[in-house]
């Protein structure tokens, strides 16, 4: 059998919108939502701006130093993982949430 390599990689660039910081185990953490837009326009000739919210989980390391300079409105980009977590609700129901795992994140001037 011919070994396939997997590649999980995502790359953002975007806006940051919420900003949670913690600390586990003496190691720094932040989870924070980042916005990406994609431009296009229809068929008719019709700007359209189709906006996508990301939740994004950054620990504290090596190609990660710019976690205190992470707040709302600020342009950042990512580089990680995708990770998808199932929960079940309240009501019963099977959910999934979405996450980027971060392994590179750098706060840029402008975008």
């Known amino acids: 059998m011919e070994h396939i390599e997997h590649i999980n990689r995502i790359e953002l660039q975007g806006h940051v919108g919420t900003v949670r910081t913690n600390e586990h185990n003496g190691s720094k953490v932040v989870n924070f939502t980042m916005i990406t837009d994609f431009l296009y326009k229809t068929r008719e000739g019709t700007a359209v701006n189709e906006g996508m919210w990301h939740n994004i989980v950054a620990w504290s390391g090596r190609d990660i130093q710019d976690?205190?300079?992470?707040?709302?409105?600020?342009?950042?980009?990512?580089?990680?993982?995708l990770r998808v977590n199932r929960y079940t609700s309240a009501d019963g129901t099977e959910k999934l949430f979405y996450e980027v795992m971060a392994n590179k994140v750098r706060v840029l001037t402008h975008i």
């Open 67 to 81: 976690l205190d300079k992470i707040e709302k409105g600020v342009p950042v980009y990512v580089t990680g993982r």
